[in-house]
């Protein structure tokens, strides 16, 4: 059964420190992994994309990792500020045939920065 | 641009009336996507458009849902007859194209959503 876990499920840090969030994934076979913000309230908003073959990529302060063996991905964000307040959802797609196929959501990390 | 617009952002309706969802995708955007997020639920997919052409409707209940996305105007997303397990943030999305990989053509662009509450 093609699954996304995130964990931890909500995290509180003060305003300046990093956090790790987790995603492992049993999605096959596996296309591209994509980490999303969503702001309550809003829609997500994209963070970044991964392939197969990439295992690190950045966007600011936010870094995100993936090991596509052990089928685990990671999103680091450094020196937090009060609007890194949000839902941070990964999101991994399947591959089928040429298309993006079915997309799979995990349920978010809630995190919150406190100031 | 812009970006993908939903409305309405809110709406309530009883029970047995129909509620309709618009949604207009990107500049450009051909393909669109529906997702349901229930409280402290993940996206769930429900149906995958192309001008005119439903490609993909796995996730749609077989029955009072139905979308379209015609040649001229928004998608819409349908539901007849609601129940108050319809309440629910329902989620467009549209993407460039749909071809596979890491591009960034096939990123999903999300709307802000509209939020269905049945009474």
């Known amino acids: 059964k093609n699954q996304v876990e995130q964990s931890p499920q909500s995290l509180i840090i003060l305003e300046g420190k990093n956090c790790t969030l987790q995603?492992?994934?049993?999605?096959?076979?596996?296309?591209?992994l994509r980490w999303y913000k969503q702001d309550t309230g809003r829609g997500p908003v994209s963070l970044t994309i991964?392939?197969?073959?990439?295992n690190t990529k950045s966007n600011g302060r936010y870094t995100a990792t993936l090991d596509a063996d052990t089928k685990q991905s990671s999103l680091h964000i450094t020196a937090s500020q009060l609007s890194d307040s949000a839902s941070y959802i990964c999101?991994?797609?399947?591959?089928?045939?040429?298309?993006?196929?079915?997309?799979?959501f995990g349920r978010g990390t809630q995190l919150t920065v406190w100031p | 641009n812009a970006g993908v617009m939903q409305n309405p952002r809110h709406l309530v309706r009883r029970r047995g009336q129909e509620a309709r969802l618009r949604c207009s995708p990107m500049?450009?955007?051909?393909?669109v996507y529906w997702y349901r997020q229930l409280p402290e639920e993940g996206l769930k997919f429900m149906v995958y458009?192309?001008?005119?052409?439903?490609?993909?409707e796995s996730g749609m209940p077989k029955e009072r849902f139905s979308a379209e996305f015609p040649k001229e105007g928004p998608s819409i997303l349908r539901i007849q007859q609601v129940v108050r397990g319809d309440s629910a943030a329902y989620f467009c999305?549209?993407?460039?194209?749909?071809?596979?990989?890491?591009?960034?053509?096939?990123?999903?662009?999300f709307g802000a959503g509209s939020r269905l509450t049945v009474l």
């Open positions: 995603c492992n994934y049993t999605v096959s076979p596996f296309s591209n």
């Open positions: 991964m392939t197969f073959s990439e």
């Open positions: 458009l192309q001008k005119e052409n439903i490609i993909d």
């Open positions: 999305a549209s993407s460039l194209t749909n071809t596979r990989g890491g591009s960034g053509a096939n990123v999903l662009t």
């Open positions: 999101v991994v797609s399947a591959k089928r045939g040429s298309t993006l196929g079915r997309l799979y």
């Open positions: 500049k450009g955007h051909s393909h």
